[in-house]
């Protein structure tokens, strides 16, 4: 059995829309790469961080929190080391601390002949995620370990379903250089919303949860509104209300806030739309002196994988 494995742990975009703390996809383009190695001597390390300042303790870093709930429960024979190399950019609302989270559990999981499933992976990365945002939610780690689209039905207990992505289905994000922390971005949320507003809410999961199923882009069109969060989340972010004028009119099926921002996604039918919705949303930041990052991608089906 091998000692030492290599991966790619990817970006996710959470909520998608109508979805909040529900509805995940991951993707393709960007993710953290991180080493996980197998020791005699037990314990867990976190030798190296290149990318980002994060910190080295275990119980400070959300890799090192959720290997260390792994690690208790499971109390293998041996110890791991954990490289991280961070090119997510914490804060940015494209799930850079549950690609560290999951990718910890995951490895170790491989390297001790896999006797966890994606399930109780997503239960212990949990507790990594806890540390970022105050609270346990697993709508970015879902996706990065199940791959694809996902839906949390319920946390506790812990019940994740894996939903179809359609072929010609592609994401077009923008990340506007700012910091938008998940925990501040979650307490200007209501505690209350109009039941108008719910109604609207959860109609429009069923259908993009049926669009899903059934490739149905007009439905995936008309699905893709949020009715609860982004008029309060929106005002986050810069220039919000033109990159998703901008997007929709370049032919984008949807746009809304990637998690809890700043990064705005799309989703467009066909790569040749996607990279159109990117020029357009590029122009609207190139207007101000805001500095951004652009990246078009599949729907990475698959997860976390081995380099």
């Known amino acids: 059995m ?5 991966i790619f742990s990817p970006a996710t975009v959470a909520n998608v829309a ?3 703390d529900v509805l995940g996809f991951c993707l393709d383009s960007i993710g953290d790469e991180m080493i996980i190695r197998k020791t005699e001597a037990q314990g867990l390390k976190i030798t190296k961080v290149e990318g980002y300042d994060l910190p080295y303790e275990i119980e400070q870093n959300v890799a090192g929190v959720s290997a260390h709930a792994m690690y208790t429960a499971l109390e ?7 490289e991280i ?4 950019k914490p804060g940015s609302g494209i799930g850079s601390s549950a690609a560290s ?4 559990v995951w490895g170790m999981n491989e390297l001790l002949g896999n006797p966890l499933n994606q399930t109780q992976l997503t239960y212990y990365a949990m507790k990594g995620e806890a540390l970022a945002s105050q609270c346990e939610h697993a709508d970015n780690l879902a996706p990065a370990i199940f791959g694809g689209f996902t839906l949390v039905k319920s946390i506790d207990p812990l019940h994740i379903l894996q939903l ?4 010609e289905l592609y994401a077009t994000l923008i ?3 700012i910091e938008v922390k998940t925990s501040e971005s979650r307490a200007i949320l209501p505690k209350e919303i109009p039941l108008q507003n719910a109604i609207s809410q959860w109609a429009n999961v069923g259908s993009l949860v049926h669009a899903l199923h059934t490739a149905d882009y007009d439905l995936i069109k008309e699905s893709l509104i949020d009715s609860v969060v982004e008029s309060h989340r929106k005002e986050l972010i810069p220039h919000f209300d033109a990159v998703k004028t901008a997007a929709l009119n370049a032919g984008a099926l949807g746009c809304a806030i990637s998690g809890a921002g700043p990064s ?7 790569k040749k739309t996607a990279t159109a919705v990117e020029s357009a949303m590029r122009i609207v930041y190139s207007n101000t002196e805001i500095e951004f990052e652009t990246y078009v991608s599949k729907i990475n089906v698959e997860g976390i994988y081995k380099i």
């Open 2 to 6: 091998k000692n030492e494995i290599k």
């Open 18 to 20: 109508c979805g909040f």
């Open 76 to 82: 293998p024979d041996c110890g791991f080391e954990i």
């Open 85 to 88: 190399y961070k090119k997510i």
């Open 101 to 104: 989270a999951a990718g910890s």
């Open 164 to 167: 179809p992505t359609p072929s």
């Open 175 to 177: 990340h506007p250089q």
């Open 264 to 270: 705005i996604f799309a989703l467009s039918k066909g």
